[in-house]
């Protein structure tokens, strides 16, 4: 009873890691440039294909693609600041750049139907979906690489917001845009930097993704709407907040499939997401969006 | 140092300054006064490269800005101080001051400029590790002089230091001004509030409905019949 109570709480956090991997990016555009990228799913589905490519053409490990992939989607969310958000960003309308998005996404869709058809890429696993036993507890290597990554990047990205020069900057750019251009800071530049380094989020999420899950061009959409209730529970912009919802969702999601039900796994997911927003409407780690005013 | 040659400014199809001309020489406190809504702040905004002047120039010591970006401007030397503050208000005071001194010219020496800018405003030394948004309008005032004075310009612009102060605080917020002109610093000062800051400047604009209506030492300025009917009430 215990033991299996401890296995569904254990995959429950596995499914976390996941969930907190792929989320780390979107809040992170968000935070900084307060765009939802719509199209982040696709990013995640490019960076997974692009890992596939790698690792059968060069039969190299999925998660040496890191050095390509990471910088590819990094230039990918560069320019998609540089070329569709930033001439938007003026627009009398600011939903306009939610549509830019969506239409980048259904853009990206197509485009990976075109060049690869609607079939099944399978990334070779190189044992990353073996299963490691820790006592009667069992996880997938990859899975436990997973949650070692989101842990690390959490981390990883909260140091560089807050220690570094480049990321004081970017969170004077996230508080105050107009007074950050006033401190001699190139906020179009912030900008592209920002959505590249979200869009490098998802290409390491991708690399970490891709052994597990068979790479399609739909698969985006199958893991973008978890990413969104991930942070939207976290407070948008929080990356500490996304991990933590991410962990919320993982566990509810194993405990519900396991206990109540496979089949209302998702409506207690989004049950308690929805409660959750009523009782807290800026999330577990949200704060409202004061956008530049003080006084 | 700063000259404006026939300046035509404004915001989409709406002309609000039309041919400003007027020149700022190094080391001195020149003060642009006008009622709300003459292009005061508007003339600001041209000069930091934050709308680009239909027609005209700008020069910032023999070097054409007119079509800078804002950021480049700041890099040149030339620090706005915004009306309402316009702090960072989830960072500390540290993090703001450090903001400050984020232009090239300011990086390298931002310790040794923070010590003399804590000995400027011994009020803001002692909020440091505060969030920004918890300090009063005062205190948020003093934090936005200290940060613009972070990025050691060479010329200091100040967009309505005393709106929506208390008139104590006015007072002392004048008081820092005039300690900022005594360091030796170039000043350019945008106000309502006429009366005092003709008493801390060497000469003035007077901008009227998008046009420079007067100019003079701030001293004959403050004896003018018109200045006097229009703006100090007398």
């Not at chain 1, 969930?19 to 979107?26: D, K, N, P, R, V």
Request: with cysteine; charged share 15%.
């Amino acid at each position: 009873m215990l033991e299996t109570f401890l296995q569904v709480v254990v995959n429950g956090l596995m499914l976390g890691g996941l969930f907190a991997i792929i989320s780390i990016g979107l809040t992170t555009i968000f935070g900084i440039i307060k765009v939802v990228n719509f199209a982040h799913g696709e990013f995640l589905m490019a960076g997974m294909f692009l890992t596939w490519l790698f690792t059968t053409k060069l039969g190299l490990h999925p998660y040496a693609a890191v050095v390509v992939v990471a910088p590819v989607l990094f230039v990918l969310g560069g320019l998609t600041q540089k070329l569709l958000i930033q001439p938007l960003m003026n627009a009398r309308d600011e939903h306009i750049q939610i549509f830019a998005t969506v239409g980048l996404s259904t853009a990206m869709i197509n485009l990976a139907l075109l060049i690869y058809g609607a079939d099944i890429a399978n990334t070779p696993a190189y044992g990353l979906r073996t299963p490691l036993e820790f006592g009667p507890i069992r996880v997938l290597e990859g899975q436990l690489f997973i949650l070692g990554a989101a842990i690390l990047l959490v981390i990883g990205m909260e140091l560089f917001l807050r220690r570094s020069r480049t990321g004081l900057a970017i969170r004077a750019v996230a508080q105050n845009r107009t007074a950050a251009q006033l401190m001699g800071i190139n906020v179009n530049w912030i900008y592209v930097l920002s959505f590249g380094l979200g869009a490098a989020c998802v290409g390491i999420a991708s690399v970490l993704v891709a052994p597990l899950y068979p790479t399609s061009s739909n698969i985006g959409t199958y893991f973008v709407l978890i990413a969104f209730v991930v942070v939207i529970l976290g407070g948008w912009g929080s990356i500490p907040g996304a991990f933590v919802g991410a962990m919320v969702i993982g566990l509810i999601d194993s405990l519900s499939g396991f206990y109540i039900g496979a089949d209302l796994r998702e409506a207690v997911v989004f049950g308690v997401f929805l409660v959750i927003l009523i009782l807290r409407p800026s999330g577990l780690f949200g704060t409202k969006q004061k956008l530049s005013h003080i006084s | 140092m700063l000259t404006l040659e026939n300046i035509h400014a404004g915001y989409g199809a709406t002309t609000i300054l039309h041919d400003v001309s007027l020149d700022v020489q190094a080391g001195e406190v020149v003060t642009i006064v006008g009622a709300n809504g003459a292009g005061k702040t508007t003339t600001l905004r041209a000069i930091a490269g934050q709308i680009r002047p239909t027609s005209g120039h700008i020069y910032f010591e023999g070097r054409d800005i007119t079509k800078l970006a804002a950021h480049d401007v700041v890099d040149l030397g030339i620090t706005m101080i915004p009306e309402g503050r316009q702090l960072f208000p989830d960072m500390t005071v540290r993090d703001n001051l450090m903001l400050g001194a984020f232009r090239s010219g300011a990086r390298s020496v931002q310790n040794e400029t923070l010590d003399y800018v804590l000995d400027l405003f011994p009020r803001v030394s002692e909020r440091m590790d505060q969030m920004a948004s918890s300090l009063s309008g005062g205190e948020q005032q003093m934090v936005a002089i200290a940060r613009g004075m972070m990025a050691k310009p060479r010329l200091l612009m100040f967009d309505e230091p005393s709106l929506g102060l208390a008139p104590i605080i006015v007072e002392q917020v004048f008081e820092v001004v005039k300690k900022v002109a005594a360091s030796g610093a170039t000043v350019l000062i945008v106000e309502q509030n006429v009366f005092t800051t003709l008493q801390s400047a060497d000469r003035g604009y007077v901008l009227e409905n998008g046009e420079i209506a007067l100019s003079d030492t701030a001293e004959a300025l403050l004896s003018n019949d018109h200045v006097r009917r229009a703006y100090l009430g007398i």
